[in-house]
Each structure stands twice: as structure tokens, then as C-alpha cells.
């Protein structure tokens, strides 16, 4: 009997496959974000509101959804002009680096793409632990939710460079104590940034575009010819 | 329940290693999960349990070593235990934190025939 010392990374063909996806999309300046949150959180509705001013400070932006089952958002997203495409993962909880890489060729094929918004399963255990090779983690927390929640779930937020704090416009009719959030949050990621944002005011959206087409724009003229 | 997947990648690791190392049986392995990994070991145990039956694996035991996080404070040079995820400095209230422990996801060795 031997006993073999590996000392290997559990993810590491996950994280092989996403810094390959991160080199191709920063060869074809196309900056990502993977946005991720419980079911529910107003994801689809974020893409949604913040498609108009994306596009008209960026430039075209890709799409793609991931879902347990149905093309439900795809059709939703459709409808705003944008091009989508679906990543119906079954069974399975999250999107991995591997389900993005097979994406990829469709994402190049969008002419002139300047954005990629990749939509994960509404989760917020399980995306935690893969990369798919994205420039910026987006968790989105809505106030139908507990304030507590970036306690309960740490992974995912320490993960985030951006926290949104969606369905601000319900915090009259629910417990949710938006600094008690916005403090949890910090507590475990001092580096987050934070926007609170309703969908149905339309509140805070022109926050948070702004600050993602500032990161992007730059991003593109600073990695231009990687 | 994702820790069926990652259940589903180490045993395609310790499969590869096996073959390199011509052995044909795994009597244990040990892994190392920190604490801020979104992995519950009690979950992975019994997904690994499940992937390794009717295998050539079947039997191996899984032995975790779970993993507290630790973080080194950059502005007043000090280790410390971090408490309830919060990466501000129990010290100088800094958040110059850096974690040194508490993120793996590792496979630290293997226990073949």
C-alpha cells in the first residue's frame, strides 16, 4: 500500500477552461460579468432595465441565460434587442467554465459585442465555487429577501465585486434593513461596491450602469489588442 | 447540491492519478475544505460515497480536513483568527485583510494498492 502525497486543486480543470475563456474574451475586448443570486432576486429584470443605457454607453451587448429548465428569460430578454443565448444546464444547480467556453464561438460570432452579461441559475451556494472566467462577480440581494443573508451565504459575497441591493422600492412593506445589508456585506467584502436599485422605479439603475460602463469602457481601451 | 459535481471532478482526478500510478484499488483519500468554500462535507462525503459505487473505488473511505480561516492584517503585520467571516481586523479595525487559510478546495493525498 502507498500513500501518495497529490496535493492538487479540486477545481482546477474548472479554472483551466475559465482563464482560457477569460483570454479570449479579453483578446476580443469584450468585457463579462457573471451575475448571480437566489431565485427570484430580479437578475432578469436588472438585464432588462440596464440593457438601454449599457448599450448606448458601451455598445452591443451578448446575453447569455442559464437555467435549470425553460427559455423563459431568453424569450423575456429577446424582446430587448439583444441577442441571447441559453444555457439550459438540467439537473445541475450552476454554470460551470466549460458550459461558457462552449458558448464562446456564439458570443464572437455577435457582431461587435463590447459586453458579455452572463445570467447564472438562481443559486447562491453553488455558482460560488466557479469561475467561468468573467472580469466582474455581481451578487444581487433583493429586499423580499433577509438582510442577513450575506452571513448566511459569506462565499458568494466575499467572491462579488459589486453587491445590488434590488427591489428597494419594497423596503415600506418588508423587514429588510438596507444598511444592516449593505453592512453584513461589507463586514465580509470591504471592497464591495454597493447599488441599490429597483426595477420597478427604475431607481438606482442609472447608478450602476454608469459605474459598469466606466469599469468596461476602460477596460476595452486599456486591453485593447490582448 | 453541487457537491455532486465536485464529488464527480476528484474522482476523475484520483481515477488519472491512479492509472499514472498503475495502482488498482484506493483504500482513502483526503481532502482539505476551507471554511469559506461554499462546500458542506457532510454533502460531499455522500456524493463521493455515491460516485465511487460499483468502481473500483468502491470502499475508499473519504477522510476530511476541514479548514478555519486565518487572515494576516497588512497594516499592523498580525495573524489572526477571523470570526464570523468579517474581514476587518479584531486589532487595528483595518480592512487590509489578506486570508491566508480558509479558501481550499484541495486534494491532499491518496491511499492506493
Known sequence: MHDIILEKKVMAKNDEVAARNRELLRGARIFSINLVSGPGAGKTSIIEKSTPYLKAAIGPIAVIEGDLETDLDAKRLSKCDIPV???????????????????????????????????????????????????????????????????????????????????????????????????????????????????????????WTGFLSSVAINYSTTKSGV | MHELSIAKNIFELIDAEMIKCGAKELKSLKVRIGELTAVDPEALRFAFDSCILNTHMQGAAIIIEEVALTGWCAECAREFAIIDYSNICPHCNCTSIERLTGTELDIISMEVF
Open chain 1, 85 to 207: 443565448k441559453q444555457i439550459t444546464t438540467g439537473k445541475t444547480c450552476h454554470l460551470d467554465a466549460l458550459m461558457i467556453e462552449k458558448a464562446l464561438p456564439w458570443v464572437l460570432e455577435q457582431k461587435a459585442a463590447r459586453l458579455l452579461i452572463i445570467e447564472n441559475v438562481g443559486n447562491m451556494v453553488c455558482p460560488a465555487e466557479y469561475d467561468l472566467g468573467e472580469e466582474m462577480l455581481v451578487t444581487v440581494l433583493s429586499t423580499a429577501e433577509g438582510d442577513d443573508k450575506p452571513l448566511k451565504y459569506p462565499a458568494i459575497f466575499s467572491k462579488a465585486d459589486v453587491l445590488i441591493i434590488n427591489k428597494a422600492d419594497l423596503t415600506a412593506h418588508t423587514d429588510f434593513n438596507i444598511d444592516s445589508a449593505r453592512a453584513n456585506a461589507l463586514k465580509i467584502n470591504p471592497g464591495l461596491k454597493v447599488f441599490e436599485t429597483s426595477c420597478y422605479t427604475g431607481a438606482g439603475i442609472e447608478e
